[in-house]
């Protein structure tokens, strides 16, 4: 198994631009997460999702971030538009029962 | 919701020794705690876990322990090695999500 994957692994974007992290995980997990890193606050939950309806969203920062999750194998976080403050990594997680593993994450640089 | 502390933020231990590192819950309905390791520029990876019907639970040189009444559980590393040199979190499983401690800066010094 390849684990979660994300996409793109760098992204470097001009204030209010918008941005799309992608994330494919793991086959046969059927909660999916969304979390934001930073040195400050370390690791947010931002938003996270059961057999693919979101359970809870109260961690999006605003209302400028969205998350979706068409399908099992699918999910995406949009920031439009973008600021620099929305610079950080920003991993996806998937989970079956109670093991969680993590993608390698999206480092995200706002210019 | 559930919120997770954890101490200290930063450890720094000589080669050798042994190295603790302390997170308390507040929900006491969580009843799944894993400890993640997360090397610099690399993604946190689980290292242990311990449910909420087991008190104490050993891997080699990692040990976790759990106190469900004071609601705190502990991470142990024995023997330590630069290797161990990382950032270390605790979590707690409410529901479907886990909720993570700020993170714990361990060096080990040889």
């Known amino acids: 198994d390849a684990g979660v994957i994300q996409s793109p692994r760098h992204e470097v974007t001009e204030m209010g631009q918008e941005v799309t992290l992608r994330c494919k995980p793991i086959?046969?997990?059927?909660?999916l997460f969304w979390y934001r890193q930073t040195m400050m606050r370390g690791l947010e939950l931002l938003i996270y999702?059961?057999?693919?309806?979101?359970?809870?969203d109260s961690g999006m920062p605003e209302d400028r971030f969205s998350a979706k999750m068409p399908n099992a194998s699918f999910s995406t976080l949009k920031i439009q538009p973008s600021e620099p403050r929305d610079s950080a990594v920003y991993f996806c997680?998937?989970?079956?029962?109670?093991?969680?593993?993590f993608g390698p994450g999206t480092r995200l640089t706002v210019l | 919701g559930e919120n997770v502390e954890q101490h200290p933020s930063t450890l720094s231990v000589q080669e050798g020794d042994s190295a603790v590192i302390k997170c308390t819950y507040s929900?006491?309905?969580?009843?799944?705690f894993p400890w993640y390791k997360q090397e610099l520029g690399k993604r946190p990876q689980l290292i242990i876990d311990?449910?909420?019907?087991?008190g104490e639970k050993k891997d080699q040189r990692i040990a976790v322990t759990l106190n469900k009444t004071a609601k705190h559980f502990s991470l142990h590393i024995t023997e330590t090695q630069p290797e161990d040199s990382a950032v270390y979190f605790c979590?707690?499983?409410?529901?479907?999500?886990?909720?993570f401690g700020k993170g714990t800066t361990l060096s080990v010094s040889s």
């Open positions: 997680a998937s989970r079956r029962e109670n093991e969680q593993f």
């Open positions: 086959s046969g997990h059927n909660s």
């Open positions: 999702f059961n057999n693919n309806v979101p359970i809870d």
């Open positions: 929900d006491s309905a969580s009843n799944y």
């Open positions: 311990i449910r909420s019907n087991v």
């Open positions: 979590a707690a499983h409410l529901g479907t999500a886990l909720i």
